[in-house]
């Protein structure tokens, strides 16, 4: 069983910044593709970030490239977002996931999620 525990959600100024947190337990965090989704009030869930087994590949949606990174610290298991220049059309509920074999921006594809956590930017 693996379970993630996602934190750092908050209310923000916008252009502020966040770190979500989210701290992965069970079997070995090493072996998960990692990836971050979000869902605003009223939408569906969409791709924010995902980050691969050795965290020498990273990839973003286009809303957030350049402002937002993902990493991962295989020795804490705990995956990382940096969201910077934060935008109201951020707000939305982040969720981490993990998956074995995944197709990035298909949230279906992944196995275990975490309960999510606010994130409100304020205008």
């Known amino acids: 069983q693996v379970q993630l525990v996602e934190s750092g959600g908050g209310l923000v100024q916008a252009g502020g910044s966040l770190r979500l947190s989210c701290a992965v337990s069970g079997r070995t965090f090493s072996k998960y593709t990692l990836g971050w989704f979000r869902q605003p009030p009223g939408k569906e869930r969409e791709f924010v970030a995902g980050i691969t087994v050795s965290g020498g590949t990273t990839t973003y949606a286009d809303s957030v490239k350049g402002r937002f990174t993902i990493s991962r610290d295989n020795a804490k298991n705990t995956v990382y977002l940096q969201m910077n220049t934060l935008k109201p059309e951020d707000t939305a509920v982040y969720y981490c996931?993990?998956?074995?074999?995944?197709?990035?921006?298909?949230?279906?594809?992944?196995?275990?999620w975490g309960q999510g956590t606010q994130v409100t930017v304020d205008s």
């Open positions: 996931a993990a998956g074995v074999s995944v197709t990035w921006r298909d949230y279906r594809s992944y196995g275990y």
